[in-house]
Structures are given as structure tokens and as C-alpha cells.
């Protein structure tokens, strides 16, 4: 069966980058995306591990063609998801997640309906704001952009499938796992054998 | 957090029975339900236990106000699933499995849409009939019955959201857990929170 595509959103702070790393390092049934991007490969940045290197042209073509799930510009630069790479990490049974803001999350559902949209949140705002504090490197100013960049985020979750709260972290990752191997057996994605049953029910 | 009330459908000879018990006996967050009855007791059964028995008029009455699930008749006796005992467990938090057929399945999602709804099936229909003469106590026209009946009921499986294929009875036991343990996390079954995140970030 081939593995599932996920796209995880969340508040800045709830935790989502470690969240994504401990799934790769614990379960063998999840796959890294590697991103394309035309920014300079940095000291040690491996083409092809890190991410995809690659020119303007070249990256523009590729969203020509269609072989993106998102794409945006920071700082001068494209970054994107190519559908290839992905696509072949789902048919080796593993499942992907991509971790995207909200808008590029609604884009790829509407393409791919069958994109699992899980969303991440830690238990209350004022954790929220406790951890962004404490991270020590961000002035009130990037705080008080954050919360309202979350108050925006918010009235999104309801389009999202699942909440995971990211309380203690050890828990979040079983949650999202079960989330997961529970999508399996979702009727959506068992069409191929319902039909077989349908069809060996006609011959009898 | 309430308990789910999922509805399990299934082609006789899936193995449904023997689910549900290893079910109820392995894992500490579901409930049975007991129903409720016209039929006498028969010997050793205990009112409120095995079933609630009940004169014919107040089933009656019972129906009429709207207090049970679902209901059906059966060799001249009533049978139904009492709202109150289940809501009670799941007010307890306890998940409550309704063992019932495809049309009553489909009244009571359409009635109360946060049910969830499972359709057992065994690996093929070959094995179906396997398990269903293995049994030998049943003949070959009750067989062919069976087999008729499971022709109808296959077209509906795409109206469950789930589908749990009786293999091996281990699996398939954690595997109906697995799915029951992912739907506290779908957001549709979390708007207290959500409401309480959202309202949180509304005062920053």
C-alpha cells in the first residue's frame, strides 16, 4: 500500500520541526521530502540530501510543468516540493510529511484531496508564548508578530483533519503516528481491495 | 473527553462476535452496550446485564420518544440499543461499539453524524465461505444466503469510513484500536479546544 501524504502546519513555536525529526528517527514507515531550491548550497549542504540545487530556470521550468506540491519565495529565493522525489517515497509504502503554512497546506488539498492535513498546537497560548521567550533570541516585537501571525492561523484549524497538541513531546509523536497508521484503513484508501470483494462477490 | 460511539458492520462470518469481546477484553476504554428487549429472559440472563427486558408497551413508548438507537424486530420480539446507557459510558469517556446492520447503520449516522462506522470484512470471499462451512453447522443453501446477503451489503462498504480486514484476529484487534484511538485527535472532535485556542489568542 503506498504511503500517505502529510502536511503538517502549526503555530511558530509549537514545536514542528522536532516533531518532524523525531517520526523520521523513530518510525521506518515515514520518509524526509527534500526540498529544490535556488538559493547556494552552504558549506557541508549535500545536492540531492539537504536539498536540491538548482537554477532559476531550471526551478521555474519545473513549476511550469506542474512537478511541484508548493512552492514559495523567501529572501530572493524559490523553495518548492518536488512531486518526484515524494511521490517516489509513497510508493515505497513510506509516508511523507511535509511541514507548510496554511495557505500552501488548502493549495496541495485541493490538488491532492487525499493529503492528510494535521495541525500542531501547543495546549495554550500562553505555553506558546512561554516557549517563544524562553527560546532567549526573539525581541517582544517578533513575539508579538508571531501571536498575530497564530490569531490569523487559528481560524484555519477547523479545514485541518487532526490536532495534535504538543504538550509532551514523547506523547505528540505516538499521537501523530497513530494518526497515521490509522489513515490505512481509512475505505478511501482501500479502494483496490473493496473492488476485488465486489468482484469476487459477482462471481459467486 | 467523551467516549465514540462506533457502529461496526460486517458479512456474517467475519468474525464481528469475536472482535468485539477481544475488544472489550483487552482494552480498558470501551463499553458495552446492553440492549433492550421484549423476549424473556432465558435462564441465568440478568435484567440490566445481558439485556434490559421490557413489556411490549413500553419498548414501545421507548421508541416513541425517541430514546433508542436503533431498533428492529426479530422473531416477533423487539430489539434496540437504549440512548441512556450508552451516552452514559460515553460520557465516562468510554468507547462504545454497536454491533448492527447496514441500514441501521446508515440511520444512525445520518441521525447522530459523529458516529463512526467500521466494516468488517475477512481477507476474501473465498475465505468467507471457507469460515462460514468450516463451521459446519450451517447448509449449503444457508451458506448461499449468506453469500447473497454479503453480494448486497458490499455495495455499501464505501459509506463506512473504515474498513478492518479479519486476517489474523490479533492485528485486526489492534487495528480496530488503533482507528478508535485516532478520532479523539480529528478536529471536529476537538472544538472545545479549539474554540478555548482561538478565544486565548482573541485577548493577545
Not at 513555536?13 to 518510525?27: C, F, P, Q
Amino acid at each position: 500500500m503506498d504511503g500517505i501524504l502529510i502536511v503538517m502546519s502549526g503555530f511558530s513555536g509549537a514545536g514542528k520541526g522536532t516533531l518532524l525529526h523525531r517520526l523520521l528517527n523513530d518510525y521506518d514507515d515515514f520518509a524526509f521530502s527534500v526540498s529544490m531550491t535556488t538559493r547556494s548550497p552552504r558549506e557541508g549542504e549535500v545536492d540531492g540530501k539537504d536539498y536540491f540545487f538548482v537554477t532559476k530556470e531550471k526551478f521555474e521550468e519545473t513549476i511550469k510543468n506542474g512537478l511541484l506540491y508548493e512552492h514559495a519565495t523567501y529572501c530572493d529565493n524559490y523553495y518548492g516540493t518536488p512531486r518526484e522525489y515524494v511521490d517516489s517515497k509513497l510508493k515505497e509504502g513510506k509516508s511523507v510529511i511535509l511541514d507548510i503554512e496554511v495557505q500552501g497546506a488548502m493549495q496541495i488539498k485541493e490538488k491532492f484531496p487525499d493529503t492528510l492535513l494535521v495541525f500542531v498546537t501547543p495546549p495554550s497560548i500562553a505555553e506558546l508564548k512561554r516557549r517563544l521567550e524562553k527560546r532567549g533570541t526573539e525581541s517582544a516585537e517578533t513575539i508579538a508578530k508571531r501571536i498575530t501571525r497564530a490569531k490569523e492561523e487559528s481560524k484555519w484549524i477547523d479545514r485541518y483533519e487532526y490536532i495534535v497538541i504538543n504538550d509532551d513531546l514523547d506523547t505528540a509523536v505516538k499521537e501523530m503516528h497513530d494518526i497515521v497508521l490509522a489513515q490505512r484503513f481509512q475505505t478511501k484508501r482501500c479502494g483496490t481491495f473493496i473492488k476485488e470483494i465486489q468482484n469476487e462477490l459477482l462471481s459467486f
